[in-house]
């Protein structure tokens, strides 16, 4: 597996800049609302989704194991898909720069507890990785009725190591 | 506070439908994805947004004490407006018809844990009201630049209670 292991690293938005938005409390606009009683952290990420047909669902995710065979990365074409995780458990975000040949070297990230991510439209990442338990979410995106779903499958698998996991 | 006094019901999907879509797991299309690793519940609810202009935000919402007295309600005419809680605790969720002199006689719901709302465009709804504890939302609204607030303050506030609640 030498040269396909990857290491993932703390969640940044510098490091995810070019793949989408983090969506947390941190580095932006923020104000007071109601007389007080609650802060509004707006615009965290905004939707790029085709027609206006944007959906709120819940995704149920099951855990996966480290280090991880990464053999899959999809990406949709018709919009933008955000994942808010609905507990404080971490979760692992995998992204690639596309490249004539399809999706390069892929990136992960580890997020930190109660950050979520927008993926950009038509951007490659892996499918929803929950790391310590069955996890819910909500995943903001595309809900028309058009094909929304690309697949690439790596010739050989990559290996997806935590950060600080012994090797 | 005689013919003042309401007391909150457990949110219903059908109590709530005349005002928006309750966001759970129960009661909808569910299918398997990722290899059967995750399962989504789709379209919980679907935004409806002026000028494709959605935005997704973090609110956070100190706790309210009961019985409320509640003197405002709102409503945003550019767009749907849903709260997701990122934990597990309930909040109140306050709605009215409208009517030709303003917002009719509220109702009261406590979510059951880990249920959103989506609340229709143009839809009159008290303010965020997290009951047990300082709580985060993921919220998903208009990010326009078009004025999206109108507020309408009653003439004698409601006293709200909570199911179960000794008077």
Do not use: C
């Not at 597996?1 to 290491?7: H, L």
């Not at 609650?38 to 905004?46: E, L, P, Q, Y």
């Amino acid at each position: 597996m030498t040269g396909r292991k990857i290491v993932a690293h703390p969640l940044t938005r510098e490091g995810f800049a070019p793949f989408g938005a983090v969506i947390d409390k941190e580095g932006g606009e923020s104000y007071p609302i109601n007389g007080g009683k609650a802060r509004r952290f707006h615009a965290r990420a905004k939707t790029d989704v085709l027609d206006g047909a944007v959906v709120l669902n819940i995704f149920e995710g099951a855990p996966y194991l480290f280090p991880l065979k990464l053999e899959l990365v999809e990406r949709h074409p018709h919009g933008s898909q955000a994942f808010m995780p609905l507990t404080l458990a971490p979760f692992l975000v995998v992204v690639a720069e596309d490249t004539p040949d399809g999706p390069g070297e892929p990136r992960a990230f580890v997020t930190h507890s109660g950050q979520g991510v927008s993926y950009n439209r038509n951007t490659w990442h892996g499918v929803l990785m929950p790391i310590e338990e069955v996890q819910d979410f909500l995943v903001v995106d595309y809900g028309g009725d058009q094909k929304n779903l690309e697949e690439f499958r790596f010739e050989q698998p990559w290996e997806i190591h935590l950060p600080g996991m012994t090797v």
